[in-house]
């Protein structure tokens, strides 16, 4: 659970850095294009790749901490198999 909050705090701080890191005006990447999704897709660039970016991370948040149980899981099916002595 530490892990997933660690994870968390570096991966909001590394997505932090990451939008301010240009001018907010300036597209990351561009298509060279005249087609309007395309288009569309080129001039709002920075929120599709920021989105993606805090998708990813929650979703790598959310696997820590789902293994984080899962081990528990096991940990505690395994302690009730011990006999007593």
Known sequence: MVAAFVVGIVS???TMAFVLSTPADVPLF???VESS???WIAEHS???ATT???LLMSFGIMSILSNVQYILAIR???MQNIPDI
């Open 52 to 54: 993606v970016l805090a």
């Open 76 to 78: 505690h099916k395994s």
């Open 46 to 48: 920075r929120v599709i």
């Open 12 to 14: 909001g701080a590394v």
């Open 30 to 32: 561009t298509l060279s």
């Open 37 to 39: 999704i395309l288009l």
